[in-house]
């Protein structure tokens, strides 16, 4: 059985999105134009297993040739700054007339092929602490073991958002998992995690210790002049 979970201190968030590039460039899944160029930037063997009827496969490189020409693109992330931050490199590129699909693969399929949303609404380790760490949408936790680790990193009410997490404990899960991943226009875009409350809070102090090692900056080492 386990334990109250310790609680894990909060770094200091680094802000790297543009909001005002972020609000001319994400669209949702629902409202992209049906006539709209769209391009996939994901690895070819990803683009092949599924990808959005029609939809062009082209690394982010070629992008630089197409000049001002509109296209609706979408990468492999699933979370709110995966998309803000695409959106950031874009403009970076002058690509201003591309609009980025806020959510990705994982939102359009809940829209439109939800027989496939499972394998592509998935999060990794890393994306589902980025998720929870974010303090943003709805966590909806499928086993009470959670409920110690998501009360250690509360430090305040979560900001409302489109993305709902879903933590399972179990594959045996799924078919609750199924119910949440459906969305209708304008709707939050469901992802799920599966694994054990340990190991969720293993990835959470894990990433917090990351961040504020960055934040600190370049270390100092008495034995290695590198540091």
């Known amino acids: 059985m386990l334990g109250a979970a310790a609680p894990v201190p909060l770094a200091k968030p680094v802000l790297t999105s543009d909001s005002a590039v972020a609000r001319t460039c994400l ?10 160029r769209v391009i996939d930037l994901r690895p070819r063997d990803q683009y092949a297993a599924f990808h959005i009827p029609g939809a062009d496969n082209q690394p982010m490189t070629a992008l630089m040739n197409q000049g001002s020409k509109k296209a609706v693109v979408y990468d492999g ?14 403009a970076r590129y002058g ?36 998720a929870l760490l974010a303090n943003e ?16 990193i509360q430090s305040q009410a979560r900001k409302p958002g489109k993305r709902l997490i879903v933590l399972a404990s179990s594959p045996a899960l799924l078919p609750q998992i199924q119910k949440q991943l459906s969305r209708k226009p304008g709707g939050r ?19 917090i210790a990351q961040d504020q090692k960055r934040l600190e900056g370049p270390g100092h080492s008495n034995t290695c002049s590198s540091l």
Do not use: M
């Open 27 to 36: 669209v949702d899944a629902a409202t992209a134009s049906k006539d709209a």
């Open 77 to 90: 992330g699933k979370l709110p700054q995966d998309a803000q931050l695409l959106c950031e490199r874009l």
């Open 95 to 130: 690509l201003t007339q591309f609009q980025v699909i806020d959510g990705g693969l994982a939102s359009w399929s809940q829209l439109h092929a939800p027989a496939r949303a499972a394998e592509v609404s998935r999060l990794s380790d890393a994306d589902v602490s980025s």
């Open 137 to 152: 949408g709805q966590v909806l936790a499928l086993s009470a073991e959670f409920n110690p680790v998501l009360k250690s």
């Open 189 to 207: 875009t469901a992802l799920y995690w599966i694994g054990d409350a340990g190991r969720l809070q293993s990835l959470i102090s894990t990433h």
